[in-house]
């Protein structure tokens, strides 16, 4: 009997002990893959990088990989023209295809705010371009853009002297890409927007109709600014987007040395890292540019978020 | 073979190709147990044009147990991927092609290829020069094995030259350039009563690589020393090039881009820089223009672009099967197959002369004797030094002139051009 009590104290305490143990470090486990896969995907590589970057290893010369140049690379890239270029290319088309894409999402997500006709329909394709891939994105607009017998040219031919082409300067490149990125994203952020703006009360709507609110008054009145947490996650997740682009330009260049157009006239950073690293194999130089575009979207990144947070709390 | 791809349609060739070979690998392994699945990564149009793999169906007809697949993708994306899957130690397919401007790239990396000196093959069937190009120094490691070389001539449109009052005979259009001087003032004739739209050639990176072909030393010496900057056979080409561009002869089709391919079915030029794998590539591209092209002689009479050899990485899981089908694609037999159906020309001396090579006539180019003037432009043409940044350099100077006919000026792309190959190849 008395065997047989203490054996049962000793099991409520080894459950109570497992129970303790339960509540402290399950939560870590449940957690813990995500950490696990960032730390293999995500710090793994970004510590790896930064090893690499300190050398100067090229595939082709071989014994290159375990020589350390200290960060020679990183001064090389800083008086680097092109890599300036690569950053004016980058932040432009930024521009060119950020501002637009969110303006127009705006506009769209309002229009499909209205009680229409098949929204559902409608709702679901303005996202039909987000889930096209890129690829196919790129395959047609070379073709829209393209100078001998492309769309756009053809619908210009009555105002201009000679056909445009379009990968010759910068401004043009620039706008056809900007152009295929707003293509692609532009649905997305509208229903980013959309849902956002089915949360706002209906009454406010109604009550400012009865004072007497235009329905454009009421957009910028009302819909703009319950947004604005919305609109402010939009801009920098776009943001960190335009730094990071890489499949436009790529699929819009016609050099084969990923130079993105003749004289790099579209060449975003990661396209030059691309072309450092794998077209002219300088896997240390690729790998300098690839931690300092890393630095460069932290602190864009850290700049939105203060810039964000303050415009929120102003409100 | 070629020295560029069709970059889209590689594209989807590439998904296609890789879906069938996941259902390949997952139906295949288990059927018989001594069936092996071969894969072979190829650019542009090597050992066949798109869609027609009758190279690869006869030999599994000979060889049951081998199943080949194909796998297509466009020139820079080929040897990038190939490099990326060589540092890696895993992802390369049985057998990988390479071209011999880039070879050089690879020879630093023998052990990462199978040495075919071990493999019985008879390396006295090519030239000492051809051999040497995917040689380690010391000769003790080969790493592919030739299938094919590019010779030199100009391929040219007969109708074109019709409608310009240029004779269309092609010993008579041949004696309008015997160098390329002749060949640029040439076009400004062609210019003068042209059909409207219609240029002299393609691109001025391929009249820049043609005036080349003809050298020995260009952009490396034999000590492997980089001379772009010193050596005057370079600067002598751009120059001659620059001026045919601001001549307005150049249709400043990207190369081997789809607007390039367009342009042949378009009829956008008349004539093209024409190595014997180019044949292929006109064929595949614009296959209605049959009976309107003709091949004449290159200017200078002599020279190469391209070629290719077939590899095996040591990072295969069947090198000797691997090997054996090497050894196969790459035997004259299958060679002088191909000059016959595609165009590429092989690689071995030996064939030129049989009569099954120096008698055939190419029907889409008019009948023009293709085994004749590949050799012909082979005979006198130097052994090129090539070094391990031949291929990026080339294709610099490719961008510096497209960049000329977008309008920049020649010297502010020259200076350009030298900063590159600096940071690429200094």
Redesign the interface.
């Given at each position: 009997m008395t065997q047989g009590v203490q054996r049962s104290r000793g099991r409520q305490r080894w459950r109570s002990r497992l129970h303790r143990l339960d509540r402290s470090v399950s939560p870590y486990l449940y957690v813990s893959p995500f950490f696990l896969l960032f730390a293999v995907f995500g710090l793994f590589p970004l510590a790896y990088t930064a090893v690499i970057s300190t050398t100067a290893w090229s595939?082709?010369?071989?014994g290159s990989a375990d020589v350390s140049v200290g960060l020679d690379n990183y001064t090389t890239l800083f008086a680097?023209e092109?890599f300036h270029n690569a950053l004016i290319n980058t932040l432009g088309i930024g521009l060119l295809s950020t501002g637009p894409q969110l303006l127009l999402a705006l506009g769209i997500a309002h229009l499909l705010n209205y009680r229409l006709r098949g929204r559902i329909v409608l709702r679901m394709g303005v996202l039909l371009p987000y889930v096209t891939s890129v690829?196919a994105v790129a395959?047609i607009f070379?073709?829209i853009f393209?100078?001998?017998?492309g769309l756009v040219n053809w619908f210009l031919q009555p105002f201009a002297d000679s056909p445009i082409?379009w990968?010759?300067?910068e401004w043009s490149s620039w706008t056809a890409v900007a152009v295929m990125v707003t293509w692609h994203w532009t649905g997305y952020n509208a229903l980013i927007y959309l849902a956002a703006m089915q949360t706002i009360p209906y009454d406010l709507y109604e009550s400012a109709s009865i004072d007497g609110a235009s329905k454009w008054q009421q957009f910028w009145h009302i819909t703009v600014p319950s947004l604005r947490p919305t609109i402010i996650f939009t801009v920098i997740v776009s943001t960190i987007g335009a730094l990071q682009l890489f499949a436009e330009p790529f699929l819009f260049d016609?050099?084969?040395?990923?130079?993105g157009g003749?004289?790099r006239q579209f060449q975003t950073i990661v396209l030059y890292l691309y072309q450092q690293f794998?077209?002219?194999?300088?896997y240390g130089y690729g790998a300098a540019i690839a931690w300092t575009l890393f630095l460069i979207t932290v602190v864009i990144a850290a700049i939105n978020f203060l810039l964000a947070r303050r415009i929120s709390s102003t409100k | 073979m070629p020295n560029?791809g069709r970059p889209?349609r590689a594209?989807v060739a590439t998904l296609a190709v890789s879906a069938l070979a996941l259902t390949a690998c997952g139906g295949g392994e288990t059927a018989q147990s001594g069936d092996v699945t071969l894969t072979i990564n190829v650019f542009g149009d090597n050992f066949s044009l798109p869609d027609n793999r009758t190279v690869y169906d006869e030999y599994e007809r000979t060889h049951p147990s081998v199943k080949i697949v194909e796998n297509r993708s466009d020139?820079?994306t080929h040897h990038?991927n190939l490099?990326?899957r060589?540092?890696a130690g895993n992802g390369a397919a049985d057998l990988e092609v390479v071209e011999v401007g880039q070879v050089a790239?690879?020879i630093?990396?023998p052990d990462k290829f199978v040495n075919f000196r071990g493999e019985g093959v008879d390396t006295a069937q090519w030239t000492d020069a051809i051999v040497a190009r995917a040689s380690t120094a010391d000769k003790d490691a080969l790493i592919g094995l030739p299938t094919d070389i590019g010779g030199l001539a100009v391929c040219y449109r007969t109708d074109l030259f019709a409608a310009a009052g240029l004779p269309t005979d092609r010993a008579a259009v041949s004696a309008l350039w015997p160098t390329w001087k002749d060949y640029v003032d040439t076009g400004t004739k062609f210019l003068e009563k042209a059909p409207s739209g219609v240029k002299w050639f393609d691109a001025g990176g391929h009249v820049f690589t043609g005036i080349l072909g003809g050298e020995k030393e260009t952009f490396y010496d034999a000590g492997g020393e980089l001379i772009v900057e010193r050596n005057p056979a370079v600067r002598a080409a751009w120059d001659l090039s620059v001026k045919a561009i601001k001549a307005g002869q150049s249709a400043?089709l990207?190369?081997?881009?789809?607007?390039w391919n367009?342009?042949f079915q378009?009829g956008?030029f008349a004539t093209v820089t024409c190595p014997a794998w180019m044949m292929g590539y006109i064929q595949g591209n614009a296959a209605e223009t049959t009976g309107k092209w003709d091949i004449a002689k290159i200017p200078g009479g002599s020279g190469n672009w391209g070629g290719s050899y077939v590899t095996v990485p040591s990072q295969g899981k069947h090198l000797k099967a691997s090997v054996e089908l090497a050894k196969w694609l790459t035997a004259p037999e299958q060679n002088v197959k191909l000059f016959k159906t595609i165009g590429n020309f092989p690689s071995q001396q030996s064939t030129w002369k049989t009569p099954e090579v120096a008698g055939f006539a190419s029907p889409f180019f008019n009948n023009a004797p293709a085994g004749t003037i590949f050799p012909d432009s082979l005979a006198g043409a130097p052994a090129q030094v090539v070094g391990?940044?031949s291929g990026?350099i080339g294709?610099?100077f490719?961008?510096?002139l497209?960049?000329v006919?977008?309008?920049?000026s020649p010297e502010e792309?020259w200076s350009?051009t030298l900063a590159?190959i600096k940071?690429?190849a200094g």
């Open positions: 595939p082709r010369k071989p680097d092109n690829a395959l070379n073709q393209a100078r001998d017998f082409d990968r010759a300067d016609a050099t084969r040395n990923n130079n003749s004289q794998w077209t002219n194999g300088r | 560029a889209m594209v020139f820079g990038k490099q990326a060589l540092t790239g690879f630093g990396q400043a990207p190369e081997f881009s789809p607007e367009t342009g378009r956008q391990p940044e990026v294709n610099i490719a961008a510096a497209n960049s006919e977008q309008g920049t792309a350009r590159d940071a690429a």
